[in-house]
């Protein structure tokens, strides 16, 4: 399907929620908007996309995805530039990203044009919930799950795809306080830990309610053979600067190919710093730390953004990073990332699309 078929059936609301938007006091994940866009796959295609009010979804309790988890999910961000205009952060590579998870989760892969079109429609109608002050955004979350009924065990043959958008503050209030996970693994080689599954943040949730009692935000996975490599935070990629060099683990089917991962790594590489992607033991950091050159170490994705780090804990060490006002890279980064999606600097990486 193409741009030029593509046509979105629109429903409006009768009566707009945007009251409900305090734009004073705008938290993570707790308003939606007032539409959503849904698609439906069966015998082999997908159908016309529609825009609907946003609303609850009838399901038959046998539904597949209920049970065997063909779930999969994006994450993505509208900002507005200071005349204001809606701007979609790189949706192309979170299209690209859905369905390399889709075929991993043996899903029907998403034509481009629903998926983009299917964002900058549903932004362009509901262009008032994109709020506009410093650190807000409109967090857009596509995702696909299977919808087949039945209670046997087969890849699905129907499938819904949804888009659900919710006005966006930080997702972390302050700097995160980091256990280094050498017990529960997130992800193994030839498993599914470069795509976005709903079952891997599942399968998450015990280990990080464990780390959370003990006083912890979130988890560093280390890779399944050792526990020595590290992989990825529970919610984002991670990066450690250590003297004048920014490293941060190569991606490969156990880690995900973060859209902010690769912004962040092309910013820095622009600016003459040096990147190093690579696998990295947790005793490089251990061993940095105590030399005195960890510098700084800090999450990237979509929600998150920049996250810094406040600690980070592995067996008996616990390695305190300094203040977070003295940080260069990260710091630069969130305000270059800043300027960039809210449209106050050139695009020159063609990572921003127009509504
Ligand atoms: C995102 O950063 O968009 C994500 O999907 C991470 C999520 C677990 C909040």
């Known amino acids: 399907m193409s741009v030029s078929t593509l046509e979105i059936k629109v429903k409006k609301v009768e009566k707009s929620r945007i009251n409900q938007l305090d734009p004073a006091n705008i938290q993570f994940g707790k308003l939606y908007s007032d539409h959503m866009l849904v698609a439906h796959y069966e015998k082999g295609e997908w159908k016309q996309p529609e825009i609907i009010p946003f ?58 044009d629903i998926f ?61 306080s980091i256990y280094v996970q050498d017990q529960y693994v997130r992800a193994f080689p030839g498993g599914i830990g470069f795509t976005k599954a709903a079952g891997n943040y599942g399968a998450s949730m015990y280990p990080t309610m464990k780390i959370r009692e003990m006083g912890y935000d979130q988890i560093l996975w280390t890779d399944g053979f050792e526990h020595k490599y590290v992989q990825e935070i529970g919610t984002m990629n991670v990066f450690f600067v250590l003297g004048d060099k920014v490293l941060t683990p190569d991606t490969s089917d156990t880690i995900l190919e973060g859209v902010s991962r690769d912004s962040v790594v092309t910013l820095l590489r622009e600016k003459g710093m040096t990147v190093e992607e690579r696998p990295i033991s947790i005793d490089e950091i251990v061993a940095a730390y105590k030399a005195g050159e960890l510098r700084e170490a800090f999450g990237t994705g979509t929600a998150a953004s920049i996250a810094p780090i406040a600690d980070l804990t592995y067996q008996d060490n616990h390695m305190v990073l300094p203040q977070v006002e003295t940080w260069e890279v990260a710091n630069w980064l969130k305000k270059e990332l800043s300027e960039i999606r809210y449209g106050r600097k050139a695009d020159t990486h063609d990572w921003i699309y127009r509504v």
């Open 55 to 112: 609303g609850n979804v009838s399901l038959s309790p046998a539904t597949t995805f209920f049970h065997y988890g063909q779930a999969i999910f994006e994450g993505v961000k509208a900002y507005k530039d200071p005349q204001g205009n809606p701007l979609i952060f790189r949706p192309y590579d979170n299209w690209k990203r859905m369905n390399r998870s889709a075929v991993r989760m043996a899903m029907p892969e998403l034509p481009e």
């Open 116 to 176: 983009v079109e299917g964002i900058r429609a549903l932004v362009d109608l509901d262009r008032d919930w994109v709020p506009t002050s410093e650190g807000t955004s409109l967090y857009i979350r596509p995702f696909m799950v299977a919808t087949d009924e039945f209670i046997g065990v087969k890849p699905a043959e129907r499938f819904s795809f949804m888009i659900i958008t919710s006005p966006a503050g930080p997702y972390y209030a302050k700097p995160v």
